[in-house]
Nanobody, 122 residues
Framework: QVQLVESGGGLVQPGGSLKLSCMVTGHDLDYHHMGWFRQAPGKEREAVSCFGKGDKYIYYGDSVKGRFTITRENPNVVHLQMNSLRSEDTGTYFC????????????????WGEGTQVTVSS
């Protein structure tokens, strides 16, 4: 059974940093893409970042480019380093396996974790 477990969320002041982590078990990631999307209350899901299969592509949403960095510790552990956080980054961050990741986007979420809350507030 596929499981994704996120960690690392919390409360941080504007301008601060957080590092999220995601561990995937029970799945062969050679056939899918992996990354992060977020959702704020009352808003639609927003793709944040992803690794394309085989790490061929890396995608960043326009709102996080230059501030967030996705890295892979090993095939089943992915991190999201978030710097220069803003109030608009507040939301629940989900790690997901998806059918599509390219330099143009991240979508077709197949499986995702329970999420980790990120709150940016003074």
């Amino acid at each position: 059974q596929v499981q994704l477990v996120e960690s690392g969320g919390g409360l941080v002041q504007p301008g601060g940093s957080l590092k999220l982590s995601c561990m995937v078990t029970g799945h062969d990631l050679d056939y899918h893409h992996m990354g992060w999307f977020r959702q704020a209350p009352g808003k639609e899901r927003e793709a944040v970042s992803c690794f394309g299969k085989g790490d061929k592509y890396i995608y960043y949403g326009d709102s996080v480019k230059g501030r967030f960095t996705i890295t892979r510790e090993n095939p089943n552990v992915v991190h999201l380093q978030m710097n220069s956080l803003r109030s608009e980054d507040t939301g629940t961050y989900f790690c997901a396996i998806a059918w599509y990741c390219s330099e143009y986007g991240f979508k077709g979420y197949d499986t995702w974790g329970e999420g980790t809350q990120v709150t940016v507030s003074s």
